[in-house]
């Protein structure tokens, strides 16, 4: 069964500070995708990044970074000085790339990140 | 370029009532996906398009859910016999979707709220 679990609901830090959002996925498929999307108040689901499983290189974007883990079944995210504008729902997604899955996201179900100046 | 967008963003309605919600995908892309996203949740799959054609259906919760794409751009969802829990943000999503083994970035849309009073 697919699955994508986000254990923290909510998080609250304050400005400058680093955060971790983790992410654990369960799939049956050797092949998929994992996903991280911010959801602003504004509503509107921004893509962030993508990884297929077969690449477990952690990857760094500006002051974002995420790391992938097979073995343990993770894909965490984490903010290097977070600012108020990174303020947002963070949803983590899994797609199964097997023979016509389409594409479909399994979402988790969000952490609210709450960036105080 | 323009992006995915939806009409109307906001529909209240009366339960037991029609409601079509209409998806503009982003031109060019042959894939389509309806979500909904319940208040505090992650967004949970509908159904998906390739072309004309409904590819997977598997999350329509019941038969009064349905939707169509007729020329394989626009899409339309349709609810018959509203009910109070059909209240959510319905999601629509596009991406260019080149063949079953590769996968492309979904494009979301800024979302419907039903309301069904």
């Known amino acids: 069964a697919q699955k994508v679990t986000q254990a923290q609901t909510e998080i609250s830090v304050v400005e400058k500070e680093d955060v971790t959002l983790d992410c654990v996925y369960e799939?049956?498929?050797?092949?998929?995708?994992l996903f991280w999307y911010k959801q602003p108040p504004s509503g509107e689901l921004v893509f962030l990044i993508r990884?297929?499983?077969?690449?477990?290189q952690n990857e760094i974007s500006g002051r974002y970074s995420w790391n992938f883990q097979k073995s343990t079944s993770s894909f965490n995210f984490t903010i290097t000085a977070s600012q108020v504008v990174d303020s947002a729902v963070y949803f983590c997604a899994l797609s199964e790339a097997g023979y016509n899955q389409g594409g479909k996201l399994i979402f988790g179900q969000g952490t609210e990140l709450s960036v105080k100046p | 370029g323009a992006g995915v967008s939806q009409t109307p963003s906001n529909k209240v309605t009366e339960k037991g009532k029609y409601v079509e919600l209409r998806c503009d995908p982003i031109?060019?892309?042959?894939?389509l996906y309806w979500y909904r996203q319940s208040l505090g949740q992650g967004p949970e799959f509908l159904i998906y398009f390739q072309g004309t054609g409904a590819a997977d259906d598997s999350g329509l919760p019941n038969d009064r859910f349905f939707a169509v794409r007729p020329e394989g751009s626009v899409s339309t969802l349709k609810i018959q016999r509203t009910e109070r829990g059909d209240s959510a943000v319905y999601l629509c999503a596009s991406s260019l979707r080149e063949g079953v083994s590769s996968y492309n970035e979904q494009f979301f849309g800024p979302g419907t709220r039903l309301t069904v009073l």
């Open positions: 799939t049956r498929d050797t092949t998929y995708y």
């Open positions: 031109s060019g892309h042959t894939a």
């Open positions: 990884r297929n499983s077969f690449d477990e």
